[in-house]
Structures are given as structure tokens and as C-alpha cells.
């Protein structure tokens, strides 16, 4: 059973930091082979995509509203995909949910974490 499971949401001031997790499990493909992606939801809002990869080689997209602030990484021996989010504003605070395409085009998603950012 194919379980991702966010981690590293909390409530942070602008301009603080914060590291999302998102651990794989129960893959029936390497987990290397997957298209992994990070999604952010805010309440009234529709979910938007904020970084992934565009395949399974490391190229990356970002939203124009994370550029230069948020970097997507991934550890294919730990199954663990990142988010580094550096210089939070407010208008970041959403769920953050993860996101996994497998080579069959099947779509997976996290439970999400929440980010807040406020003073």
C-alpha cells in the first residue's frame, strides 16, 4: 500500500525557514522513478502545484511565487522527497501536500502538513 507522509509543518514569522518532508513507502516501482512533486492548498483556494520534478532526472519547476525562495530535493536511497522554504510570507500558509506520479501514470497524495506563517 503506497503511504506518503508529509512532516516539518508548523508556525513560523515572516521570513523564517522551514524543511517539509514527504517519506515514501509501499512503491511497487523505485522510488527513483517516480515524478515527485509539492502541492499547497490555502483555505478558498484552489490546489497549486509549488515544485517538482519534471521527470526523473533532477530538471525542477517552481511557481513564479516560490522562485528563488523554496528548493525541492530528494533522496532515492532514504525514499524521502524536500521542501526547503526560506523567506516565508504570510501568503505561503497552506497545506502542503505531497505528490507522486509512478511510470504508470498513477497519481498518489500525502494526508498534507500545515504551514503558517504570522507574526
Known amino acids: 500500500q503506497v503511504q506518503l507522509v508529509e512532516s516539518g509543518g508548523g508556525l513560523v514569522q515572516p521570513g523564517e525557514s522551514l524543511r517539509l518532508s514527504c517519506a515514501a513507502s509501499g512503491f511497487a516501482f523505485a522510488f527513483s522513478s517516480y515524478v515527485m512533486s509539492w502541492y499547497r492548498q490555502a483555505p478558498g483556494k484552489e490546489r497549486e502545484l509549488v515544485a517538482g520534478?519534471?521527470?526523473?532526472?533532477?530538471?525542477?519547476n517552481y511557481a513564479d511565487s516560490v522562485k528563488g525562495r523554496f528548493t525541492i530535493s530528494r533522496d532515492n536511497v532514504k525514499n524521502t522527497v524536500f521542501l526547503q522554504m526560506d523567506s516565508l510570507k504570510p501568503e505561503d500558509t497552506a497545506v502542503y501536500y505531497c505528490?507522486?506520479?509512478?511510470?504508470?501514470?498513477?497519481?498518489?497524495w500525502g494526508q498534507g502538513t500545515q504551514v503558517t506563517v504570522s507574526s
Open positions: 520534478f519534471t521527470g526523473v532526472g533532477g530538471t525542477t
Open positions: 505528490n507522486a506520479i509512478n511510470p504508470r501514470r498513477q497519481t498518489y
